[in-house]
């Protein structure tokens, strides 16, 4: 099976950046999607941005022109580059892996944008 670990999240200022990682482990196939989610309490999971095993990139409008998503395919970790970073981007985020019919979550981590 699949093993996504987590790392990177914790406090950070208004307009700062943070880096959140996830490194993900197991039989993965060729043809595959990475992305990453967030949540707060008393809300629907939000999509953040995806990439492909190709390469292609997609953000939510929310986020678009701050966060970027990449890959290390030699490391098999996925990135979130979050920068000009806002109050509301508050929430736990969680890294997911996908393919056909089956799907495998991170643990989450928490981001706390606040002064």
């Known amino acids: 099976q699949v093993q996504l670990v987590e790392s990177g999240g914790g406090l950070v200022q208004p307009g700062g950046s943070l880096r959140l990682s996830c490194a993900a482990s197991?039989?993965?196939?060729?043809?595959?999607?990475m992305t990453w989610h967030r949540q707060v309490p008393g809300k629907q999971r939000e999509w953040v941005a995806g990439?492909?095993?190709?390469?292609?990139?997609h953000y939510a409008d929310s986020v678009k022109g701050r966060f970027t998503i990449s890959r290390d395919a030699a490391k098999n970790t996925l990135y979130l580059e979050m920068n000009t970073v806002k109050p509301e981007d508050t929430a736990v985020y969680y890294c997911k892996i996908s393919w056909s019919a089956r799907e495998y979550w991170g643990q989450g981590t928490q981001v706390t944008v606040s002064s």
């Open positions: 990439i492909s095993s190709g390469g292609s990139t």
């Open positions: 197991g039989s993965i196939p060729s043809i595959f999607g």
